[in-house]
Every structure is written in C-alpha cells, then in structure tokens.
C-alpha cells in the first residue's frame, strides 16, 4: 500500500482534519467505515452481507 503524506486541512466552519495513511492501529475505524459506506451506497457490487473482513484480518492489511 502507499503512504499519504500527512497533511492538515481546515474547513469553511472552521474545523480542523488530517489526512493521513491508515495504520494498523485505525483497523477498526476501517472496518466500520466501510461498513457504513456499503449500507448507503447501493450500487456497489458488494453487499453487507458479503463484507466478512474482520478487524484482525484489515489490521493485517494496513
């Protein structure tokens, strides 16, 4: 996988983000991140119900 270079950014309100690389450590986030992604969008190809990656096995991935 690549790296991101970490950068800050701020948005029109005001809040502050990073935009970093995802690490072993964020495996979690990850795991529901695309969980939710695949719940509101539709037309993907892959379903709920066919995402069976587990937080261990996404940790491994990063």
Do not use: H, N, W
């Amino acid at each position: 996988m690549g790296e991101i270079q970490t950068k800050q950014f701020m948005t029109k309100s005001g809040k502050k983000f990073v935009v970093r690389t995802a690490l072993p450590r964020d495996a979690d986030k990850v795991v529901t991140f695309i969980k939710t992604v695949i719940c509101e969008a539709p037309y993907l190809l892959t379903t709920e119900a066919e995402f069976k990656v587990t937080s261990e096995q996404q940790k491994q991935l990063l």
